[in-house]
């Protein structure tokens, strides 16, 4: 009985009849398997095709191999499971041939089988041919007015053709982080206590609409020269008081 | 696979059992029974298998076989029962673990 020969024979002409691809063989031939029965020039030269070719896939490992080889180093049973797995698969039937494997593996679910003859389909009735409806009016749908203002000025402006008058933007939300260095404290509203003036003595604070002084218009007042400030060369102004509300805006 | 591609390997497969003694001509008929051959087989090519035996003046599986090639047994025989008679062989050989039939 030449086992071998025989098992040789099944798989070779199963992978030249298409019954069997080189998936088929290395369902049950895993590299685990390959590892643990292939001798190492084998391996060798497995390894030097793998490194060669562009592409590494079953039918690489299994025309690198040969079938006889791995007919005489792997275990019949796993090769056997093969060929088991093959012909159920022949007659239609489902993988019902046990991978062998040396380690426990993920089992994997095998397809449900499939039928391997389709019944014919069935008869298509050709009913009569239908007239070619006639072109229906052009009625278009009823479309409900646009619920936002700013879209019934875009619907304008595609059907007048028209630019639409400016819209009034809204305002938008600040778009950058506020820094931690607490200069926008500077620039909001609130302002920093002060001490009310005290008036002059003698004479009101503000005078009034109607309130008349009883200064002279034209009296002469003392002045310094020093005091007086020489407004056309002053490139700057100074600021009297602590007040940088601008300064958070210009920011 | 096609019905041709499946059929030429079933054919090969009982071929090559035969040629390597995995199975012998008797066990081929133990499941291609004479019922199944006489259910299956084309007439012409049962009146060939009578006339075989008339000529040698008995009927053998061997004979039986030798006109009822492998190509024609996975021709005409359901492919079930050639695959149960590899498969109990294979059992017998110690590569699966299923009871021989």
């Given at each position: 009985m030449n086992v071998k020969a025989f098992f040789v024979d099944a798989l070779t002409s199963a992978l030249d009849l298409g019954i069997a691809r080189p998936d088929d063989v290395l369902r049950h031939v895993t590299p685990d398997t390959l590892a643990q029965h292939l001798p190492r020039p084998l391996w060798a030269r497995l390894l030097t095709a793998c490194l060669g070719a562009p592409r590494v896939d079953a039918q690489l490992v299994i025309e690198t191999i040969g079938l006889p080889n791995l007919a005489e180093h792997l275990p019949a049973q796993l090769i056997w499971a093969v060929i088991a797995d093959v012909g159920g698969r022949a007659l239609g039937?489902?993988?019902?041939a046990p991978v062998v494997v040396a380690k426990p593996r993920t089992p994997t679910t095998p397809p449900p089988p499939r039928p391997l003859t389709a019944p014919p389909p069935p008869e298509v009735v050709v009913a009569a041919p239908r007239p070619t409806p006639q072109p229906m009016p052009a009625v278009g749908p009823d479309i409900p007015a646009p619920a936002s203002a700013a879209l019934a000025d875009l619907i304008n402006e595609l059907e007048n053709d028209q630019p639409a008058p400016a819209r009034s933007r809204m305002p938008t939300a600040q778009r950058f982080r506020q820094s931690n260095?607490?200069?926008g404290r500077l620039g909001s509203a609130q302002r920093r206590p002060q001490v009310a003036a005290t008036p002059a003595?003698?004479?009101?604070a503000r005078r009034g609409g109607t309130e008349v002084s009883d200064?002279?218009?034209?009296a002469e007042i003392a002045v310094d020269?020093?005091?007086?400030?020489?407004w056309s060369s002053a490139e700057q102004t100074q600021a009297t008081?602590?007040?940088?509300?601008?300064l958070g805006r210009k920011r | 696979m096609s019905q041709d591609q499946r059929q030429a390997w079933f054919a090969r497969v009982v071929e090559s059992g035969l040629q390597n003694q995995i199975f012998n001509p008797s066990d081929v008929l133990a499941h291609a029974t004479p019922d199944v051959l006489a259910t299956h087989l084309p007439p012409e090519l049962l009146s060939k298998v009578l006339q075989a035996s008339l000529t040698a003046g008995s009927m053998t599986p061997e004979r039986v076989l030798e006109t009822v090639t492998p190509e024609m047994l996975a021709r005409h025989v359901p492919h079930e029962v050639l695959w149960a008679c590899i498969a109990a062989a294979a059992a017998r050989a110690g590569l699966t673990n299923q009871v021989v039939p």
């Amino acid at each position: 009985m030449n086992v071998k020969a025989f098992f040789v024979d099944a798989l070779t002409s199963a992978l030249d009849l298409g019954i069997a691809r080189p998936d088929d063989v290395l369902r049950h031939v895993t590299p685990d398997t390959l590892a643990q029965h292939l001798p190492r020039p084998l391996w060798a030269r497995l390894l030097t095709a793998c490194l060669g070719a562009p592409r590494v896939d079953a039918q690489l490992v299994i025309e690198t191999i040969g079938l006889p080889n791995l007919a005489e180093h792997l275990p019949a049973q796993l090769i056997w499971a093969v060929i088991a797995d093959v012909g159920g698969r022949a007659l239609g039937h489902a993988q019902d041939a046990p991978v062998v494997v040396a380690k426990p593996r993920t089992p994997t679910t095998p397809p449900p089988p499939r039928p391997l003859t389709a019944p014919p389909p069935p008869e298509v009735v050709v009913a009569a041919p239908r007239p070619t409806p006639q072109p229906m009016p052009a009625v278009g749908p009823d479309i409900p007015a646009p619920a936002s203002a700013a879209l019934a000025d875009l619907i304008n402006e595609l059907e007048n053709d028209q630019p639409a008058p400016a819209r009034s933007r809204m305002p938008t939300a600040q778009r950058f982080r506020q820094s931690n260095t607490g200069i926008g404290r500077l620039g909001s509203a609130q302002r920093r206590p002060q001490v009310a003036a005290t008036p002059a003595a003698g004479r009101p604070a503000r005078r009034g609409g109607t309130e008349v002084s009883d200064e002279s218009v034209g009296a002469e007042i003392a002045v310094d020269d020093s005091q007086l400030v020489d407004w056309s060369s002053a490139e700057q102004t100074q600021a009297t008081d602590d007040d940088f509300t601008d300064l958070g805006r210009k920011r | 696979m096609s019905q041709d591609q499946r059929q030429a390997w079933f054919a090969r497969v009982v071929e090559s059992g035969l040629q390597n003694q995995i199975f012998n001509p008797s066990d081929v008929l133990a499941h291609a029974t004479p019922d199944v051959l006489a259910t299956h087989l084309p007439p012409e090519l049962l009146s060939k298998v009578l006339q075989a035996s008339l000529t040698a003046g008995s009927m053998t599986p061997e004979r039986v076989l030798e006109t009822v090639t492998p190509e024609m047994l996975a021709r005409h025989v359901p492919h079930e029962v050639l695959w149960a008679c590899i498969a109990a062989a294979a059992a017998r050989a110690g590569l699966t673990n299923q009871v021989v039939p």
